[in-house]
Nanobody, 124 residues
Framework: QVQLAESGGGLVQAGGSLRLSCAAS??????????MGWFRQVPGKEREFVAGISWNGRNTYYTDSVKGRFTISRDNAKNTVYLQMNSLKPEDTAVYYCNALNYYTDYSHTLWYWGQGTQVTVSS
């Protein structure tokens, strides 16, 4: 089973930036055949989709609230997917997770066990 390890979170002021990373303990042959997505969750709410990327990195998809501010990317040689977050807002505060998807726009099903996530806190 693939293990996911998210990192890069922290405390940042509104308007600031963070870059999240998600490393998958999958073989290269496994990782680069899957679309990947970033999700986030705040206490008491369901986990929500943030961004998706196709297996080859050529196609991306974002939830409306982060369009123009966040950028998802991947490095298949490193089995890693990234989320560059700019112009952060207090409402972006959440624990961020990544997971594999059937398709980069199909976030209704995730394919691997969830990692521990990384906390992002944006102060006003």
């Amino acid at each position: 089973q693939v293990q996911l390890a998210e990192s890069g979170g922290g405390l940042v002021q509104a308007g600031g930036s963070l870059r999240l990373s998600c490393a998958a303990s999958a073989s290269g042959r496994t990782f680069n055949t899957y679309a990947m997505g970033w999700f986030r969750q705040v206490p008491g709410k369901e986990r929500e989709f943030v961004a998706g990327i196709s297996w080859n990195g050529r196609n991306t998809y974002y939830t409306d609230s982060v369009k123009g501010r966040f950028t998802i990317s991947r490095d298949n040689a490193k089995n890693t997917v990234y989320l560059q977050m700019n112009s952060l807002k207090p409402e972006d505060t959440a624990v961020y997770y990544c997971n594999a998807l059937n398709y980069y726009t199909d976030y209704s099903h995730t394919l691997w066990y969830w990692g521990q996530g990384t906390q992002v806190t944006v102060s006003s």
